[in-house]
């Protein structure tokens, strides 16, 4: 190594002082700026000619006005030969700069004190990173502390660490009795030997959840409570599990008087119920339109689904104002709005509202009215319009697969009055016998709430029969005889103007069919490997949004199972996932398709901290894409590999 002195010691000393990535300032005695490096200049946002008009404590944040002045003094008596604190300044443009500063004194040959060398580092982004994880330590200690359910931390050797207040209040022993004891002390030991062993199976920690129905108390009684694991996970590693139980024994009574005072105030619940259900209707229209109205081109036809939206908006607001004075409905004090009204313009417009479900599920819809139904007749527009979503809505929603139809006819006509027939039929799940003659009673589910399983009926079917009966009609079920499914229908009656050019002008109604058509362009097979649900379905949504097919696994070992009997385009990889995760994954599909055709694999990864891109590149990955996942990212990757095929 070279002696220091064969350098040119002035050419180092300037070279390190103006590239050094540290300020370096010289400030006089008196607090003046004297020199500067571009460091300085970058972190406080200054010209070098402008440190001449004010001094350092010009800038300095007033709450650390004070705190330097010990340490200076005792600089300057020789008592201490440099100090580190840290401080805050204002930039030049107002903002607050955190810095780490080091200040030195240099001094003459007699060792009289010449100026200070001060030395700044920017902190400001390691500080307020600093901050706030400090921030979120408090909401975690308050959350914790202030949560009116038990919340007990511990280890994978089940050792108790921690607890919060309620856990005093549910078992008897202080928190201070409980660290350091083995969890055992509170479930039991074959729970605690089965929840660790459990470890990383999302399922057998589930079941062990489930089993955990008490909690032992220190005075020797049993407390019935529902619990919840959650592992805390810390840098992908389990380092334990926390566990939070709720006290169910004042919870169990409020049930029991919540079910009492819902049989004694019937009108009052079916009011609450009815309107929580139909409130949700209309804005499913809204939201599922905004959808649609979001994947369109600004032409005439994103044009035309901004007035959907309009009409659902103005649905849900009518519908509100009945929700408010439900009880007319119940005494026939309600009265029908009569306005002219075209039926196919409510029917096409009910159709565009719902169309986005069906088109989710490659559902198949077809209208046919009958040219004896007039053009023009006078009802109440919303409550018909509001039927035909409820019936829609719930044929879209059981019917996984297949058709729906709507078919419109006039069943009679006389002294100015006409009575339509509309039926809703479809190809879903249909509904078993037991449940027909229930299908319209208002609270059938209600007063099944602890035990309700969707099977096709509700309050909103109790809603349309009171709307249909205001309309001077029937409703009723019949089961589909060669098919499976069902068909609703129901009748209404409408003051009617006939006009013989009726016919002619309904010629194009007479059939409609609204098909979904992915036929545009090859679609590419994708594999989606997500174990977590919301994550699953907004891939999925995403993906077949640009017109391609998915299939979904929910871990590594399913998604090696289905390379193995399906050749994919782009598999979509989870890193983190039960059983087997994301890497290793890849790994035994780079192996089993090594020299054939091999699917491009992408990282979907929560992680987005810098080199993870690199490193699963480096695992055999082929693309890295970070959550939350955007359309773009997505579509970014398909029209990769399209330009690749091609």
Same mark, same amino acid.
């Given at each position: 190594?070279?002696?220091?002195?064969?350098?040119?010691?002035?050419?180092?000393?300037?070279?390190?002082?103006?590239?050094?990535?540290?300020?370096?300032?010289?400030?006089?005695?008196?607090?003046?700026?004297?020199?500067?490096?571009?460091?300085?200049?970058? =972190?406080?946002?200054?010209?070098? &000619?402008?440190?001449?008009?004010?001094?350092?404590?010009?800038?300095?944040?007033?709450?650390?006005?004070?705190?330097?002045?010990?340490?200076?003094?005792?600089?300057?008596?020789?008592?201490?030969?440099?100090?580190?604190?840290?401080?805050?300044?204002?930039?030049?443009?107002?903002?607050?700069?955190?810095?780490?500063?080091?200040?030195?004194?240099?001094?003459?040959?007699?060792?009289?004190?010449?100026?200070?060398?001060?030395?700044?580092?920017?902190?400001?982004?390691?500080?307020?990173?600093?901050?706030?994880?400090?921030?979120?330590?408090?909401?975690?200690?308050?959350?914790?502390?202030?949560?009116?359910?038990?919340?007990?931390?511990?280890?994978?050797?089940?050792?108790?660490?921690?607890?919060?207040?309620?856990?005093?209040?549910?078992?008897?022993?202080?928190?201070?009795?409980? =660290?350091?004891?083995?969890?055992?002390?509170?479930?039991?030991?074959?729970?605690?030997?089965?929840?660790?062993?459990?470890?990383?199976?999302?399922?057998?920690?589930?079941?062990?959840?489930?089993?955990?129905?008490?909690?032992?108390?220190?005075?020797?009684?049993?407390?019935?409570?529902?619990?919840?694991?959650?592992? =805390?996970?810390?840098?992908?590693?389990?380092?334990?599990?926390?566990?939070?139980?709720?006290? %169910?024994?004042?919870?169990?009574?409020?049930?029991?008087?919540?079910?009492?005072?819902?049989?004694?105030?019937?009108?009052?619940?079916?009011?609450?119920?009815?309107?929580?259900?139909?409130?949700?209707?209309?804005?499913?229209?809204?939201?599922?339109?905004?959808?649609?109205?979001?994947?369109?081109?600004?032409?005439?036809?994103?044009?035309?689904?901004?007035?959907?939206?309009?009409?659902?908006?103005?649905?849900?607001?009518?519908?509100?104002?009945?929700?408010?004075?439900?009880?007319?409905? &119940?005494?026939?004090?309600?009265?029908?709005?009569?306005?002219?009204?075209?039926?196919?313009?409510?029917?096409?417009?009910?159709?565009?509202?719902?169309?986005?479900?069906?088109?989710?599920?490659?559902?198949?819809?077809?209208?046919?009215?009958?040219?004896?139904?007039?053009?023009?007749?006078?009802?109440?527009?919303?409550?018909?319009?509001?039927?035909?979503?409820?019936?829609?809505?719930?044929?879209?929603?059981?019917?996984?697969?297949?058709?729906?139809?709507?078919? =419109?006819?006039?069943?009679?006509?006389?002294?100015? /009055?006409?009575?339509?027939?509309?039926?809703?039929?479809?190809?879903?799940?249909?509904?078993?016998?037991?449940?027909?003659?229930?299908?319209? &009673?208002?609270?059938?589910?209600?007063?099944?709430? %602890? /035990?309700?399983?969707?099977?096709?009926?509700?309050?909103?079917?109790?809603?349309?029969?009171?709307?249909?009966?205001?309309?001077?009609?029937?409703?009723?079920?019949?089961?589909?005889?060669?098919?499976?499914?069902?068909?609703?229908?129901?009748?209404?009656?409408?003051?009617?103007?006939?006009?013989?050019?009726?016919?002619?002008?309904?010629?194009?109604?007479?059939?409609?069919?609204?098909?979904?058509?992915?036929?545009?362009?090859?679609?590419?097979?994708?594999?989606?490997?997500? *174990?977590?649900?919301?994550?699953?379905?907004?891939?999925?949504?995403?993906?077949?949004?640009?017109?391609?097919?998915?299939?979904?696994?929910?871990?590594?070992?399913?998604?090696? &199972?289905?390379?193995?009997?399906?050749?994919?385009?782009?598999?979509?990889?989870?890193?983190?996932?039960?059983?087997?995760?994301?890497?290793?994954?890849?790994?035994?599909?780079?192996?089993?398709?090594?020299?054939?055709?091999?699917?491009?694999?992408?990282?979907?990864?929560?992680?987005?901290?810098?080199? *993870?891109?690199?490193?699963?590149?480096?695992?055999?990955?082929?693309?890295?894409?970070?959550?939350?996942?955007?359309?773009?990212?997505?579509?970014?990757?398909?029209?990769?590999?399209?330009?690749?095929?091609?």
């Amino acid at each position: 190594m070279q002696d220091i002195k064969l350098f040119n010691p002035q050419a180092l000393f300037e070279h390190i002082y103006t590239n050094a990535p540290i300020g370096i300032a010289l400030i006089s005695l008196d607090r003046k700026w004297m020199n500067v490096n571009l460091a300085v200049c970058r =972190i406080f946002g200054y010209e070098e &000619e402008e440190f001449k008009s004010f001094t350092i404590d010009d800038i300095r944040h007033p709450d650390d006005s004070g705190n330097s002045s010990d340490l200076l003094i005792e600089l300057l008596d020789g008592v201490i030969p440099s100090f580190e604190l840290e401080n805050r300044y204002f930039n030049k443009n107002g903002n607050i700069v955190w810095t780490s500063v080091h200040v030195s004194l240099v001094r003459d040959h007699d060792g009289k004190p010449l100026y200070y060398i001060t030395q700044f580092i920017d902190v400001t982004k390691n500080k307020l990173a600093e901050l706030k994880l400090q921030e979120s330590i408090e909401r975690y200690t308050s959350l914790k502390k202030y949560n009116h359910d038990a919340i007990i931390s511990f280890g994978l050797d089940g050792i108790i660490m921690n607890g919060n207040n309620m856990v005093q209040q549910m078992t008897g022993y202080l928190i201070e009795e409980l =660290i350091d004891k083995k969890m055992s002390i509170l479930i039991g030991e074959k729970k605690l030997s089965s929840l660790l062993l459990a470890l990383n199976d999302h399922e057998e920690i589930e079941k062990v959840e489930k089993d955990i129905t008490f909690i032992d108390h220190k005075d020797g009684r049993s407390v019935e409570v529902l619990v919840t694991l959650a592992p =805390i996970i810390i840098q992908t590693h389990t380092m334990g599990f926390y566990l939070i139980a709720k006290d %169910m024994t004042e919870q169990k009574k409020l049930i029991i008087e919540k079910e009492a005072a819902e049989k004694t105030n019937k009108a009052k619940s079916e009011f609450l119920a009815m309107m929580s259900h139909e409130i949700r209707t209309p804005m499913n229209g809204v939201i599922g339109m905004t959808d649609v109205l979001l994947e369109t081109q600004l032409d005439e036809e994103q044009l035309e689904y901004v007035h959907i939206i309009k009409k659902s908006g103005d649905t849900l607001l009518a519908i509100i104002n009945d929700i408010l004075d439900f009880s007319k409905i &119940e005494s026939g004090k309600t009265e029908l709005i009569e306005e002219p009204l075209n039926v196919r313009t409510i029917l096409s417009e009910t159709l565009y509202i719902v169309m986005s479900k069906a088109l989710e599920k490659n559902l198949e819809i077809t209208t046919s009215v009958c040219p004896k139904v007039p053009n023009l007749v006078y009802g109440d527009s919303t409550k018909l319009r509001q039927v035909l979503i409820n019936l829609l809505s719930n044929a879209i929603k059981f019917t996984p697969e297949g058709s729906i139809s709507i078919v =419109i006819d006039a069943v009679s006509q006389e002294r100015g /009055t006409v009575r339509l027939q509309f039926a809703i039929r479809d190809t879903g799940i249909g509904v078993s016998k037991e449940q027909v003659a229930h299908l319209f &009673e208002p609270f059938y589910q209600a007063d099944h709430f %602890m /035990t309700r399983k969707t099977v096709g009926t509700g309050l909103g079917l109790a809603i349309c029969k009171k709307l249909v009966e205001l309309m001077d009609g029937q409703i009723w079920h019949e089961a589909s005889k060669d098919q499976p499914g069902s068909t609703f229908l129901f009748t209404a009656n409408f003051r009617a103007q006939f006009n013989i050019s009726d016919a002619s002008q309904n010629d194009r109604w007479l059939q409609q069919v609204y098909v979904v058509d992915h036929a545009a362009e090859p679609s590419l097979k994708i594999l989606i490997a997500e *174990d977590n649900e919301v994550n699953q379905l907004v891939l999925k949504k995403m993906i077949e949004k640009l017109g391609h097919k998915t299939t979904i696994v929910q871990n590594g070992k399913e998604t090696v &199972e289905a390379v193995k009997h399906n050749p994919y385009d782009i598999i979509f990889m989870d890193i983190q996932m039960p059983s087997m995760d994301g890497l290793a994954a890849t790994k035994i599909i780079n192996e089993m398709t090594h020299g054939k055709k091999s699917p491009y694999i992408v990282a979907v990864t929560a992680h987005a901290i810098k080199g *993870d891109s690199e490193k699963y590149l480096s695992e055999g990955m082929d693309a890295y894409i970070s959550k939350p996942v955007s359309m773009s990212a997505i579509s970014e990757i398909i029209e990769r590999i399209k330009k690749m095929k091609s």
